[in-house]
Nanobody
Framework: QVQLVESGGGLVQAGDSLRLSCATS????????MGWFRQAPGKEREFVAA????????YVPDAVKGRFTISRDNAKNTVYLQMNSLKPEDTAVYYC?????????????????WGQGTQVTVSS
């Protein structure tokens, strides 16, 4: 089993930055892909970023490219999501996810472990 615990969310103003953390435990994730998703009220869950743990290769959709960066710390078994120039439309619950399966990297169905989520609220 894999446990994922997100932290770092909060209430910020537009233009501010936040760094979310996803602490992992339970299994070595060197062969996993780690992802961040978000879900705003009344909307579908949306892919935000992913990283291949072994190589550090990252995948960020155009919607947040240039503002969001994903990284991992092998020593701390933690994945980060650095979010800069936040906008009110970034308001959502942010989820960390882990995938030991193949498939399209931005699809929820690929990920078999999920954290409980952390709320990010951006005021205008």
């Amino acid at each position: 089993q894999v446990q994922l615990v997100e932290s770092g969310g909060g209430l910020v103003q537009a233009g501010d930055s936040l760094r979310l953390s996803c602490a992992t435990s339970g299994r070595t994730l060197s062969s996993y892909v780690m992802g961040w998703f978000r879900q705003a009220p009344g909307k579908e869950r949306e892919f935000v970023a992913a990283i291949t743990w072994s190589t550090g290769s990252t995948y960020v959709p155009d919607a947040v490219k240039g503002r969001f960066t994903i990284s991992r710390d092998n020593a701390k078994n933690t994945v980060y999501l650095q979010m800069n120039s936040l906008k009110p439309e970034d308001t959502a619950v942010y989820y960390c996810a882990a995938s030991s399966r193949g498939g399209v990297i931005y699809l929820e169905s690929r990920y078999n472990y999920w954290g409980q989520g952390t709320q990010v609220t951006v005021s205008s």
